[in-house]
C-alpha cells in the first residue's frame, strides 16, 4: 500500500506492506539511522520519533498508521551541519556514552520541551521514563534537558514543532 507523510518537514511517499512498522520504514526504506532498532517491543526507547507531538517508539506503531502525519527524528533537528542546543547540551552535560540510546532520549526531550519549556527534574524524569539506558546512569541525561530548558529560556526561544533556531 502507498503511504504519504510529512518526514522531517518534507512529503514523502512509499509503498509498504500494511504490516511493516515504522521502525522498518524509517530504517530501511528511508535510511533514517538515528531510529535505532532495540527492543522491538516499546520497552527501550531507542526507536522513538514525534508523531504529531507525541513521542512514539517506531517499533510499535505500523507505517500505514502514519499514513497524513507529521513524523520527526533525530535527523529533524540538526541543520546544515550544525547541532541543534538539545544535542550541544547533551555533549555539555557529558550525557552521551555510547549514542545507542541518545536518539531516543533527544526526541524525548524535544517532546518534552515543545509541551513544558520549563520542566522540573520530576517531570524530565517522569517524560523520560520510557527510555533506557545502559552507560550513563541517567542523572546526566536529566542535567542536559534541565540545561537545554534554562538555555532556550534565556533567549526567550518558545519550543513549537517547527525547528528550534540556533541563533
Do not use: W
Not at 507523510?5 to 512498522?21: I, K
Not at 522498518?24 to 520519533?49: H, N, P, Q
Not at 533527544?106 to 539506558?133: F, H, S
Request: glycine fraction near 8%; hydrophobic fraction near 40%; include cysteine.
Amino acid at each position: 500500500m502507498k503511504i504519504s507523510f510529512t518526514l522531517n518537514g518534507e512529503l514523502v511517499e512509499v509503498d509498504v506492506p500494511p504490516n511493516m512498522t515504522l521502525l522498518d520504514v524509517l530504517r530501511r526504506k528511508l535510511g533514517i539511522t538515528s531510529v535505532k532498532r532495540g527492543c522491538e517491543r516499546g520497552e527501550c526507547g531507542a526507536c522513538t520519533v514525534i508523531v504529531n507531538g507525541e513521542p512514539v517508539c517506531s517499533c510499535l506503531i505500523l507505517a500505514p498508521q502514519v499514513d497524513g502525519k507529521d513524523v520527526l527524528t533525530l535527523e529533524y533537528l540538526s541543520k546544515n551541519g550544525t547541532l541543534h542546543p538539545i544535542q550541544e547540551a547533551f555533549i555539555e552535560a557529558g550525557a552521551i556514552q555510547c549514542g545507542f540510546c541518545i536518539p531516543g532520549f533527544i526526541m524525548t526531550a524535544y517532546a518534552l520541551l515543545m509541551k513544558n519549556p520549563n520542566p522540573t527534574v520530576d517531570e524530565v524524569r517522569k517524560a523520560l521514563e520510557g527510555n533506557l539506558c545502559r552507560c550513563t546512569g541517567y542523572v546526566k541525561i536529566v542535567e542536559a534537558v534541565l540545561l537545554v530548558a534554562k538555555k532556550l529560556k534565556k533567549k526567550s526561544k518558545p519550543i513549537s514543532i517547527q525547528r528550534l533556531d540556533n541563533g
